[in-house]
């Protein structure tokens, strides 16, 4: 089926800075045009020696062959990595004998192409779980074929080659400076939920031409994505698939940061939380059907985990989504979500709101409620609702997308 | 907006026995009348002395009141009840203070028009969450109107009373023998999930005139709710409201039962059993927007409880019940929420099977795979999907339905 492109697609891609030291080429293995679809598939990123390279991977117990590769690399290279290979059509997800072989028939096609060691290679997949490939070597034999178009990468084709049910390519980059020098973040993303099997598996590439330890890398990697990747939801599906990698080439000259306590590393930490708050912000809006965006902001919680839980089950909830689909201020609702949540909450001192409108405290309605103005908030394609648990001092933000009709065509006719 | 009736409807409300000792009554408070529908939305049901009276209740942190109060009654009655009084329409939940008075001032009528103790009388409300009540005694004042049309009950009407955006009236029942003498047990029950709130709140009464002593009949109540009431799911929102409890009257003449342990309870147990997973599934068959009835059966995890939360993750995935909404045995799907789960599973292990066609084992889609066989498992009303987790000796069974535009319908316009 043809997919309509969410009302939040940008007019263009955005202009990312380069990262000195990364090459890219990207090209087409078919997986597409077997449905009569012309476009690339399969891209090959290359980095150079030093390259510090960590990841984060979904906590599903049948990840794919690709994910269980990536842990084992990243503990074997030390922490180093030099290439990474992706493709889109075919997840790599539950393929058994036949999953490993195929990376290891790539992996060789790698190390022996672009001379780099085999445990500082990567690999991706995304689409349909399950479908073995015609044969190993399938998607090794791409590799040839791209090590000689490698050059400054064009981030958009990368971006592209990767997606799958994406409606726009999502990619964030910025520039910052380290000790006086200028570095550049650019990263890229694919991914119509966060949490979406067979499809739309969420993959993010983010690379750094700083130059910063492994152990210091992985520590930025994890305090940037809980409260941004980590934090979002399109339909509470986690995938087997889940992949996302920084790459911190040292070729900008800034000076090698060995401690995350380094002052010299505020400006550069803030500007990598900005990247990736940019891209979870993207992946929301292009959750499958997607037809607003919403920000569920939980305040007066017992610890950030708590109100991140709330915050998750509303965010999951159909019965929310679909009121927000239709524009329906249902805050009883809200409730709901809050009470199955199980977690601490003090339901007379709680306080929700919509946009800036209260709309409830002391266990009810609160005195001042207006239903045109309660409904008001919910009218535009970007909502806003924030509540206070009245049970502590912490919070967390998370974000989300409605459930239209959209969704439910979507994932009817995907795999046929 | 008009609902359409679910495919799964019966052509007519099934014939209930009669339970030697219950009264009901059912009239229009004007809850529906406001929206211009003519329909009964209240019942009274009074029991004799001595009736023994359980109940179990949502679990939520943001209940009713009249889930509150129901908790605090069975406590202070030691066992007993004499009285339940339900209205359809507004769900008492999330309204303050003006919550609880409207039960202290409906209690009072009951007591005061009923000549029984204020503690064994029972409470439930299903509908909107969060609105008020013109005036305190607003249900109240029904019960003296109630009281002189109180008679054996009319099953159908009492069902009827207390529906909301259900499209069937939903009972069960059964005779059966304690010690040779029969007893009845009849069961009416209301939802269009278990889980769900501002309009299908499940609520569920089960009456017999079986003499069966209030802890035992708690335990039994228990051990028939966990397989089937509790192992159904819509769209995996708990309500706030959810209260489900059986009354023995004792006036059938059957022996007194007062352990768990006597043998002469074996039939009835079952005959209970059977009464909660017929009603369990006609929740499931009503639920909002179905079009297709699913029966999830793990085995071969470590325990009961990990079995039923993998059934559950497969039942409540967004991804799952849209492709079962659209015929597509997308079996990759399972494996993800299988996955995320984050149970203890043996990948290589696990099978899964639609209906009695195996489509995976050994990590990857079995050599015997036929997609026409598995589309044709998928392409009915009833389907079946089995796995073996591989990681140990025990099972369970969940149903739910799937997910189709009629949801998002239902669910967007509710309110409004």
Redesign the interface.
Known sequence: MKLKTSPFAPDRFPALPTVKGVRAATGSRGFYARRGVERDDVFLFVMPEGTSAVGVF??????SADVDWCREALKMGKGFGRAVVANAGN?N???????ILKNEATLKAMAETLGVPREQCFLAATG?????LPDANYVGKMVPELAPELGEPDWEACTRAFMTTDTFPKGAGVRCEIDGVEVSIAGILKGSGM????MATMLCYVFTDAAIAPDVLDKLLRDAVDPTLNSVTV??????SDTCMLFATGQSGAPMIESVEDPRLEAFSAALHGVFRDLAHQLVKDGEGASKFVEIRVEGAVSAASAKTVGMHIA????IK??I??G?A????I???????????D??AMRIWFGDHLV?E????CAGYDEARASAEFAGDHIAIRLDLGAGEAGWTVWTCD???A??DI??????
């Not at 979904?58 to 990840?63: E, F, G, I, K, Q």
């Not at 949490?195 to 067979?198: L, V």
């Open positions: 979904t906590r599903s117990h049948t990840a997840s997800a539950f393929t058994g004998k036949a999953g349909v779980i399950g479908e073995p949490i979406m099997p067979n339909d509470g599906d986690t995938s087997t999951n909830s159909p019965l679909t009121a689909a239709a329906d249902n805050w009883g609702r409730v709901m979500a809050v009470g199955k949540s199980l977690e601490p909450i339901k007379d409830a002391g266990g009810m309605r459930l239209t009709h969704y439910v994932n009817g006719a995907y795999r046929t």
